[in-house]
């Protein structure tokens, strides 16, 4: 855990978040700032800075990552009509929390490109 991070202090429990989704790995709850009808973040326990800073060790946890992505919206009924799981990564990602995060972004059709 890194103290100084605002995800790793919720994914401690430290703010009473709601949990989307929480298992071992990863926990998801609902986007701050919503950019869509659902917007959900999935994100590790570990504190892992970003998609480039993952290892080999890491495989697991990635693919938990999407798989819980894919297993939320099915839950909230978006499977068919479609979503968008998306990793910013870095400054020209527009990454602005330095905690691996899945966004899943559904519930209206989504542009491409993005911005
Ligand atoms: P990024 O820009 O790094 O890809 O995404 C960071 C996301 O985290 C943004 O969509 C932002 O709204 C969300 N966010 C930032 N701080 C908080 C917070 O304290 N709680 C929650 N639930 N979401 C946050
Ligand atoms: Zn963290």
Not at 44 to 66: G, I, K, Q, T
């Amino acid at each position: 855990m890194d103290t100084s991070c605002i995800f790793c202090k919720i994914a401690s429990g430290a703010f009473g978040t709601a949990f989307v989704h929480e298992d071992d790995a990863v926990v998801a709850f609902e986007d701050l700032n919503p950019q869509a009808p659902h917007h959900v973040l999935i994100i590790p326990r570990e504190h892992v800075v970003s998609l480039s800073s993952a290892s080999d060790a890491h495989d697991a946890m990635l693919s938990r990552l999407l798989r819980v992505a894919a297993k939320i919206a099915s839950e909230r009924g978006i499977a068919e009509s479609g979503y968008r799981a998306v990793i910013n990564t870095g400054p020209d990602g527009g990454q602005s929390v330095f905690h691996l995060h899945v966004h899943l972004l559904g519930g209206r059709p989504l542009a491409w490109p993005p911005g």
